[in-house]
């Protein structure tokens, strides 16, 4: 599928440093060359191979702004979180849409293509996650964040779709667990006790998760696996750096 239209969040933390930004000896993670490229351009790059026909970048920050500028891509200022910038430039720019980070270095096309390829064509809403193994066959040694359900364990992908204007009902929950990060108890009587506790107990799927998630958000919502493992793999901490830095032997 192309024609689509493509987010790019490299917003940044307020009031907080950014520690891999420094490691890599720039003002923003977004700004970290890798072969010779920032990360802000391998992602546009990828997401043009994909068949984007509009990208734009979510960002307050005056030198990624200059950056999104060389690349010719749009340029939106972020919001409060994440979650209302998807919103409001989501708004802007339309559905369907490919929501994914700056941060994600070794993103291909061809991961891209293959899981808006793969979307139900019932699916209001989408997102990509990886198996385990699937993972770590493709990063020996990586330190992933690992979804622990009764079916595996699932890294995120930082790949979001929107088929529809339905689909910003997702954002519309986001905004609301975000909203409550600081009180968990709350958060947790948003998505449900029952949820949860089918989670603790490792009774909870993929299948599960996407079905119960669809419903508190009024929308139908579909989780994609994909083959690439690699396609888990963004830059959120100076080890993660190194990694693709490995990877791509730009070491």
Same mark, same amino acid.
């Given at each position: 599928?192309?024609? +689509? ?37 391998? $992602?546009?790059?990828?997401? /043009? #191979? ?7 970048? $979510? ?49 291909? @096309?061809?991961? %891209? /293509?293959?899981? $808006?390829?793969? %979307?139900?064509?019932?699916? #209001? ?9 699937? $993972? ?23 790949? +979001? ?19 409550? /990060? ?19 107990? @490792? /009774? ?48």
């Amino acid at each position: 599928m192309s024609g +689509f239209a493509a987010l790019i969040l490299a917003g940044s933390r307020a009031g907080a440093a950014d520690a891999v930004a420094a490691y890599g000896g720039v003002s923003h993670k977004a700004l970290i060359r890798l072969e010779g490229r920032t990360l802000l351009s391998r $992602v546009a790059v990828a997401l /043009r #191979d994909a068949g984007a026909a509009r990208i734009c970048v $979510v960002t307050s920050h005056p030198d990624v702004r200059v950056e999104a500028a060389v690349l010719g891509v749009e340029v939106r200022d972020e919001e409060a979180g994440p979650s209302l910038s998807v919103k409001v430039a989501g708004e802007h720019l339309g559905t369907p849409l490919l929501v994914t980070t700056a941060d994600h270095a070794l993103l291909e @096309g061809a991961w %891209v /293509r293959r899981f $808006v390829d793969d %979307v139900p064509t019932e699916a #209001d809403v989408a997102a990509l996650v990886a198996a385990r193994a699937t $993972v770590e066959a493709a990063a020996p040694g990586t330190e992933r964040t690992w979804i622990r359900l009764a079916d595996g364990h699932w890294s995120g992908c930082n790949l +979001f779709y929107l088929a529809n204007a339905r689909a910003m009902g997702v954002v519309d929950l986001w905004r609301r667990v975000e909203a409550e /990060r600081k009180r968990p108890w709350r958060q947790a009587r948003i998505l449900g006790i029952g949820m949860l506790a089918r989670y603790a107990l @490792g /009774r909870l799927t993929l299948k599960d998760a996407a079905a119960r998630l669809g419903s508190l958000a009024g929308v139908r919502a579909a989780i994609v696996e994909t083959p690439y493992g690699l396609a888990s793999v963004d830059v959120d901490k100076a080890a993660d750096l190194d990694l693709v830095r490995r990877i791509v032997g730009d070491i």
